[in-house]
Each structure stands twice: as C-alpha cells, then as structure tokens.
C-alpha cells in the first residue's frame, strides 16, 4: 500500500474515534467534561429528566458540534501555509469560537423556545441571522467529520429550492423565501430538528454507548476469542471467527469502521498466518463488518429512523430484518469457506485455538447486558431508549464487579479496582460521545435535505425518478440502486438512506403498484438502507476497505474491489425481498412458516454463492452455472416460478423442492465428477 494510502487510511481511523488532534491535559479535561456530560444527560434523559422533544434535540446537536470543533481541525492533513486551519497538537483560537458559536446557535430554538412559538412562521432578523449561522456552521461541522459530500449535497438543494422558478420546465418549482427557508431548516421540526435528529437523541446515543462500554470493558476481544474458539479449527477458521464475532459486535456498534477496528486486528493477523492473501484477509473482513450494519437490533442507527418513516413499532423493523441480516451472514459464512476450499486453507494450529470453556467462563458477563436487552425489547415489549438504559445499568455493575475481581485476585486492592471500574465507565462514555459526533451531525445535516424535500420539490423529484425510469419498476430500483451506492460513497449510512428513503421509497411502492407488484413500503426502505450499507466498500471511496487495509497492509481499491464482490450477495437478497416479501415476513406470523422460508433461503445463498465463487465441492463446470442460478432463484422467490407456470400463489411452498432438487443434481453431479 501507497503511502498516501497508508495516511488516508489512517486518517480515517482517526476520524472514526476522534482521535485527530493530539491534546494537552487541560485540553483533554475539557473535550472529557463535555463528552461525559453529554452521556450523562442521555442517560438522565431515559432515566428521569423530562424535557421537549425539541429542545432535546437542540441540546444533543449542541454537545455534538461543540466536541466536534475541539477534536477535529478544519483541515486534515497539515499544510505549512495554512497551518492555522491544520492544527493537529492542540485546540486553537478559532476552533473554541466556533464550537462556542455552533452550540450557541443550536440552543437558540431552547433559550427563546416561547419566542418562537409565538411568532411561529414570522421570524425575526435576530431569527434569521441565528439560523444562517447554525447551517453554516453545522455544514462546516459536518464537513470535518464526514466529508464534503452530505454539505455539498444540502448546498445544492437549497439551490434549488430558491433558484426553482428560474430553472427548465421539467425542473421548475415555485421557490421559497429565505424566511420560509429559514423557518422550516433552524427553527421548526421539519429540518435540522426532524425525526432524524430526534432519533439520534432519543435512542442512537443510548445503543452506542452500550456498545463503547462493552468495547471498553473488553467484549470486542471475547466475542474475538469466543468465535475463534468454536470455529478456528475449521477451513479457514479466523475467517469465519470474523464473520460471527464482526455480526456479534455489530449486534451493539452499528458501525462499520467501528467493528473493523475492534474486531480487524485480531483476525485479519490470523486470517494471513493460515493463508489468506492480505487483500482476501481484509476483504473479508470489510464486508463481515459493514454487514454489521444489517443485524437487528441498530442496524447503523437506521433500525429507529425506518420505524419512524414507516410509523411501526420498532420490533417490526427487526422482524422485517432479521432474516436478509442471517442469510447475508450465512451467504459470507459460505464465501469464507468456498475461498478455504479453492487455496487449500486449513484451520488453525491447536495451540492458536482458545480454550472454549475457559473463554466463555473469564467472558461470560459481557452476555448479560445483551440478553438485559433483548430481554426487555422482545419480552417485555418495553421501549428502545429504556431496553437500552437499563442494559447500560447492568452493564455499569458488570464492570465495577470484573475490575474489583480482577483487582482483588491480583491483590491490587479493593480501591483500585473500584479506580479501574470508574475509569472504564468514563472512556467509555467519551468514546461513545465520540462516536456519537457523526450520527447526530450526520441526521441533523440530512435533516436540511428533507427539509427541502417536504418544502414541495419532493413530488416534482419523484416525478423526475419516475420519469427517468419510464415507469419500469425494475429500472427504477437500478437507479435507486446506484444513486444510494453513489451517495453512499460520500456519505455515512444513516444519512444515506434519509436522504434516499425521503426521495425514492414512495415511488417504489407507488410504480410497483402499476405493475400489480405489491412492495410493501417496509422493503422500499430496507431497499435503499441495504444500497447505503454496500457504499461503504465500493470503491473508489470505500472508507471501510481503506480502514481494514491500513490493518492487514494490502491495497485499499483492490481490498474495496474484493469487498464488494463479496457484498454482491447482499444486494441479491434486496432485490430479491422487494419482488418477496415473505423474506421480511410481511403478513407472516406463523412460527413454521417463517422458519420454512427462512430455512430455504439459507439453502438458496449457498447454492448462489456457489454460483458466484465458482465452487461447490469443486470447481464449477460452465453447464452446472444455470442449476446454481435456478436453484437460487427459487428458493429465494418460489412466487416467481409459480407467476411463470400461473401457479396459484397460494401453493407457491410446493414449489420449493424443485429449487432443491436443481441444488442436489449438481451436487451429485460434483460429487460424481470428483469420483471419477
């Protein structure tokens, strides 16, 4: 790897933590107080503080754009001319300022809260020349953390919401006026305080926090071991150990950086000793932790924001999820064993193993919390926010027993355990807060677009896609398809799907229903949320391969390249639940049902990964390509064979032999051919 590379991939790591600049003790203390204070004002939010929804949401962006401007500087890499925008080893001037200002003008909407509700759609000047500074100030923030393109992208829609009336007739849209414009952006709900926003302040904070604690406390390195404990011994053992332990961080981080950087350095090392090609290594990797994304119960923040699009309680958003999430698991689970079985991989040497029981023993309390929240969420019924706190209280007595334990066992002392414990709790809390920094910015700046979007240009650009795609549904989700990978590339996740979700799903459903495709509105969202999640290894960008190179040394556009075509079995089953629903279990409440339909799709990414691997028990023949392809297809969709033989959609399940038997002939026929 390059070293331009090699410093890009760096930064990138960097800036997932927010770790940039190099701070003094004093500096340190601030950006701590601020962080902590921040975890501990979600906290009382779950636990006893009753405030507006709004002036939450006021207060959360305010913590969010003060550490932002005291962590990140203006410009990443330092240059000799400009070195005051560059500052890397302490916190200058004009960073205290603007973290002041941007704070400030967040809580403006809370500090003149009966002002404005008053004088609601007939701002002031005070009003406006506030609200121009929070937009400037939170794109700039935005920029910092995120990257030009989610700034660049609300800068040219609010281009076009004042230059409408002057544009070509296919484009053109009334306009609005900068007090109409600034009403609805800074100082209503329908912008930077939208849904997005109040998402990330009710809930986000809560689920990523849980899961810096836990990483803090060290469950990133026994979910590591567990995995390797129970798979290192097979073909390719520390690549399927990645795939488990990336899935089981990513229940908790819903990052991909994130799980990257937790789970990255112990198996990529592991993954290269046993012979994987470090570009393999990293790919597998990349995509094991970017798919994190997809498992319930987070899903990248996005998990709340389709509840709240889609108004449906939260666990039908995991119920709709839960089974892409585990066949695309099972699907990289296949490719970590295919690739084994082509380059003649075999597991881990006994002494590399973990002891199983020993690991699940020193281990075995990181589960609690875990078991806390799933146990509240799906028995209990009880709310995201509060599944989340009390998960987090259980987990603050978990960490205070391990560190006195562990101090009285080492006979360091009661007081220094209870030292350790503390210290835990509070990294944990500044790393969440840091990693809190781009969801919070992220919504609230994508809050702009949709803002935009719901001043009228949304119907006029649903007509422009519409037209694009001449009415076509399947042209349509290729566009939408594209444009996410696109956006996704510049963007994190959860904004890309606001900003897609906002724009195209309604379409989908809508030019689905012309076709007599009945596209539940749950798979139009889940469609542009899963496209948003492939960006993160598309290169050229890829910020997810460039983060799992720095690691395993190899080049970041060929890991990203890798990366994706691994990833191609997760757009498959997008494609697949919009024309299926029964994959997101739409109007499927019965246990054997769903577990019949989940069992056949498991069954249908091995036998399409066979496809794509060009492997099975050994290497494909070019005629045994079709059987892989039909088999798939069937398993996945057995409605589509039954539309082509104008089956009744009703007997559609009895179709599901003949996708196994496809499957089987070309088993046997391999199995015949390595015989013979």
Known sequence: MSTTDQQFAEEILKTETGNVRSLSLHENILVGTIAISWALFQLALAGFLVLDS???????????????FLLAP???RQHKHIRFLSVHDRIPGIDYILALAGSLAALYIVFDYSGLALRAGAPISRDLVVGTI????????????IGPALPIIALFFTAYAFLGPYMPDLFAFKGVSIRKYLSNITLSTEGIYGIPLGVSASIVYLFVLLGALLDKAGAGRFFTSLALSVLGKYKGGPAKAAVVSSGATGLVSGSSIANI??????????????????????????????DGQLMPPIMGAAAFII???VNVPYLDVVKAAVIPAFVSYFGLFCITHLEACKLGIKGLAAPDIPRFFLTLKEGMHYLVPLAVLLYELVILRHSPEMAAFRSILVLFVIIFFQEVRRALRTQSGFLIGLKHAVIIIGSGMIQGSKNMMSVALACAAAGIIVGVVNMGIGGMIAQIVETLAMGNIYILLIITALASLLLGMGLPTTATYIVMASLTAPIIVEVGGLYNFVIPIMAAHLFCFYFGILADDTPPVGLAAYAASAIAESEPI???IQGFLYDIRTSVIAFMFVFNPDLILHNINSWPQGLLIFGMALVGMSAFENFAQGWCLTKNRFYEIPFFLTASFILFHPGGLGSLLNIDQ???????PIGLFFYGAVI?????????
Not at 54 to 68: N, W
Not at 271 to 287: D, L, T
Not at 668 to 676: F, P, S, V
């Open 54 to 68: 709004t002036k939450v949401r006021a207060i959360h962006l305010a913590f969010a754009m003060a550490l932002l």
């Open 74 to 76: 203006c410009l990443k």
């Open 134 to 145: 929070l937009v400037l100030l939170l794109l700039e923030a935005a920029r910092r953390v």
């Open 261 to 290: 950087v937790t789970t990255g350095p112990f198996t990529i090392p592991l993954m290269k000793k046993i012979g994987y090609p470090a570009k393999k290594a990293a790919a597998v990797e990349v995509a094991s932790s970017t």
């Open 307 to 309: 509840a709240e699009y």
């Open 558 to 560: 060929a890991t990203g």
């Open 650 to 656: 009703a007997y559609r399940y009895w179709l599901f």
């Open 668 to 676: 046997l026929q391999q199995k015949l051919r390595m015989k013979a």
